[in-house]
C-alpha cells in the first residue's frame, strides 16, 4: 500500500530501543524509516559506546538468524532535578528513566541559584556514591525549573517567583561541579515528559497541565516537547475566560484563568463566603470533606479550564490531556468540569479519540522528566560529540 | 559559553543547504550540531544523487581552502497542487522552490478525485514537457486539498466539501501515473509552507490564518508542520467567541468563530443591515468602496479572530501570524481589529518579538507549499530509499 512518507529523525532510531525490547537492524529500520546503512552505522555507535548491547538472537527464519539489540539501562546513569517553590528533589535514574535513588530537601528557590543548585548538586553526588557508582557514569543532568526558561541557554528568564535567577547561567554552574551535559527546562514542560514516560510512552501528542498555585501546560507534539519563538509555549494561566471577566489577575489583566481557576483563586472565592480556605492545599481538604460548595467550585473551575483546552484541543489536536499539580488531589471534580465543557465544545474529529485523565506520577512528573530530559540527550548520538566537550 | 544543547536531526543540515548559499563540512556540522562523520557522510551522499555541488572553495585563511557546497536546485523539479472548491492549480518547481511553470483549471472539487486528479496528472505531465524536462527529472508531488487530511496515509477524512474523497487513496492514485512519492496535506497546512518558504525563511516557529469561506490555521513549530493525533491541529473554525454566543454554526454549536469572522458570516451580517452582500467578495468589495459599516464589521471579525488567535498565542508563542485567504484582501482593517486584542491581552514575553502581517503571496500560499512538501521530501535523505521504493 503506498504511503504518505513522512521525515523520519535519527533520534527515532533510539526512542525505539529506549523500550527495552530486542530489535533487529532490520526491524529498527523498518520502524524508523532510516535507510539500513544508517541503522548498522548507528548501532555500530551505540555500541561503542556501550548505550546497547547485542541479546539472544531472534528465532532462525530458515536463514541465518539476525542479531537483536537492546538498550543497556545500566550503561550510564543521569541526574534529575526538579526545583519548587519551596522544596528541591534529586533523583538517579538509569537510561530507563527507572529512578534509582531520589532525595527531597525544604529549599526555598528564593534562596538564589547558587545555594539550590548547590545543595542539588552535593545530594546528586552523594546519591551517586550511595549506589556504589563512580562520578564518571553520570552521562547528562536535568534540570526543572518554576518559570520560563530561554532554551537555547537554558537561563531562566524573567522568573516570578525566583529572586536572583534572572538570565543566571544554570548549565555553566553546575558544569563546574558535574563536567556532563546539563540541560535546563521549565517545570511544567519536563513534567509532560515525565508523566508520558512513565504512564503514556506511546503516546505522541499529549498536554500535561498543572493546576495549582499557578495553571500550565507542557505540550508534547509529534513526540517532542513544544517550546515555542521565547520557550513560553504552554502558559495558559493568563488566557481569558468567559466567566467573570473582571476578577483582577496580578499580570495586569483582568479574567485570567488563573485568577479564576488556581487553588487560590477558588480557596479565595470560597473564603468570601465564609469557609476556612487560604490556599489550595484547605480547598483540597474541603473537598475531602464533602463541602458541596467547595466541590461545586472546583467543579466550576475545571469548566473554566475546560474553556481553554477546547481551544488547546482545536490548535494542537492530543490524543491526551492529563491534569496534574496539587489541585489534582480533587482531581475527579476538577476533570468533570473540564471534560463537560472540552466534549461538548469540540469537533467530533478531535475529540473521538481524546483522553483526558488525571495524573498518575503523584507529583513526581517533574523530577522523572528532569531525568529523562537528560537521558533523551544522552540517547541522542547525533548531539552527543559536539556537546560532551564542555568548551565551546 | 556553555549552552542547553537540543537535539539536531539530519535535515537541519539540507534545511541549511537549501538557501543555496555554499557552506564547508566544517560550517554544516557547526550550524546543525551534528558530528563531522555525519556530515562528510551525507554530503557524499547527496553528492551521489546529484542534489548539491561543490561550489569555488572560500578565501585560503593560511591552510588548505575547505570545499565548500551548495543546493543544485535544477538536480530534479517537483510538482506542487493545490486543489480548491472550484479550481486547481498545478505548478513545477526545481528544488530551491522556485516556480518553473504553472496552469489554473476551473475544476470543481466536488467532481470527484478521479476527474480532479486526473487532470492535474495531466496538467503536470504537459508543463513539464513544456520545460523540455523528462519525466525522471520529477522528484516528488506534492498535494493540497481543502479538508482534512490523515497524515500517515494521504487520505482525506470526512472532508465536508470534498464528496466522494472520504478516504480516497490519494497517493496511490497518483503513482499509478507518477511513479514517485506523493505528499498530501490540507491547504492551509502547506500554506504555512508555501508563505513561510516564499516570504519567511528564517522563521521557525509561525501561523498562517486563512480567513475566507471557513477559518483555519496551519502551525509551523520548530520548523516542522504540527498536524496533531488526527491531522486536525489548527482547525480553529469551531472555537467559541465571547461575542454573540448565541450565533448559530452549520457544525452544530453556537458562536464559533467561523459564524462570526468568516467572510459569508460578516456578509450575513452586513445584508442584515440592508447592504449589498451574499458572500466574502461583496464584503471586499463595499470595504474597497469605503464602506463604513463593512469597515468596521471586518474591524470587529479582526477582533474575534484576536481572541482566538490570543490564546494561541499564548500555547503556541509563535513569532509571527500571516493572515491570508480571500478576506486577506482587506487586510488592513482585519489585521488591525487582530493587534488590537492580541496585544492588549498576551503577556508581555510571548508578544515582545510577535511580528502580525497580511500574507504576501497573494493567494498562491498553498500551491508555493505543495511544492515545498514534495521539495522537503526530495531533500530528506534518510527517507528517500524507502520511501522511493513503491511497493511495499
Chains 1, 2 share one sequence.
Not at 197 to 225: E, R, Y
Not at 244 to 252: E, I, K, L, N, R
Request: glycine share 12%; proline share 7%.
Amino acid at each position: 500500500m503506498p504511503s504518505n512518507p513522512s521525515a523520519g529523525g535519527v533520534g527515532e532510531l533510539f526512542q525505539l530501543l529506549r523500550d527495552g525490547v530486542p530489535r533487529t537492524r532490520a526491524e529498527l529500520a523498518k520502524a524508523s524509516g532510516l535507510a539500513r546503512s544508517t541503522v548498522a552505522a548507528r548501532v555500530d555507535e551505540l555500541m561503542d559506546r556501550g548505550l546497547i548491547r547485542p541479546v539472544a538472537d531472534a528465532a532462525s527464519t530458515g536463514g541465518r538468524p539476525p542479531s537483536q539489540f537492546a538498550l543497556n539501562p545500566s550503561a550510564k546513569v543521569v541526574i534529575g532535578v526538579d526545583i519548587g517553590a519551596s522544596h528541591t528533589t534529586v533523583a538517579v535514574s538509569d537510561l530507563a528513566g527507572t529512578i534509582l535513588a531520589e532525595q527531597t530537601g525544604q529549599m526555598e528557590v528564593a534562596r538564589g541559584p547558587e545555594a539550590v543548585l548547590g545543595w542539588a548538586v552535593e545530594t546528586g553526588a552523594s546519591l551517586v556514591r550511595s549506589l556504589d557508582l563512580s562520578r564518571d557514569r553520570v552521562a547528562a543532568v536535568g534540570v526543572g525549573v518554576p518559570g520560563p526558561v530561554e532554551h537555547p541557554t537554558g537561563r531562566p528568564v524573567n522568573p516570578p517567583i525566583m529572586p536572583g535567577w534572572d538570565r543566571f547561567d544554570v548549565p555553566g554552574w553546575v558544569q563546574q561541579h558535574v563536567e556532563v551535559p546539563v540541560l535546563v527546562d521549565n517545570d511544567v514542560n519536563i513534567s509532560a515528559l515525565g508523566e508520558r514516560a512513565f504512564a503514556w510512552p506511546n503516546i505522541d501528542h499529549l498536554m500535561f497541565v498543572k493546576v495549582g498555585t499557578g495553571i500550565g501546560a507542557g505540550i508534547i507534539s509529534h513526540g517532542q516537547l513544544l517550546r515555542g519563538a521565547q520557550g513560553t509555549a504552554g502558559d495558559i494561566g493568563h488566557v481569558r475566560v468567559a466567566r467573570s471577566a473582571d476578577v483582577p489577575c496580578p499580570c495586569g489583566n483582568r479574567g485570567c484563568l488563573e485568577a479564576l481557576a488556581s487553588g487560590p483563586a477558588i480557596a479565595r472565592e470560597l473564603a468570601s463566603r465564609g469557609f476556612p480556605a487560604s490556599n489550595g492545599g484547605d480547598v483540597v481538604e474541603l473537598v475531602k470533606q464533602g463541602n458541596l460548595e467547595a466541590i461545586q467550585a472546583v467543579r466550576q473551575a475545571g469548566r473554566d479550564l475546560g474553556e481553554v483546552l477546547t481551544t488547546s484541543v482545536s490548535l494542537l489536536n492530543p490524543s491526551l490531556i492529563v491534569i496534574g499539580g496539587a489541585m489534582a488531589r480533587v482531581g475527579e471534580h476538577l476533570i468533570a468540569g473540564v471534560r463537560e465543557v472540552v466534549y461538548t465544545r469540540t469537533t467530533p474529529l478531535a475529540s473521538e479519540h481524546l483522553t483526558i485523565a488525571q495524573s498518575v506520577t503523584a507529583g513526581r512528573a517533574a523530577v522523572l522528566g528532569a531525568a529523562m530530559l537528560a537521558v533523551e540527550h544522552a540517547l541522542s548520538p547525533d548531539v552527543l560529540p559536539q556537546s560532551f566537550a564542555l568548551s565551546s
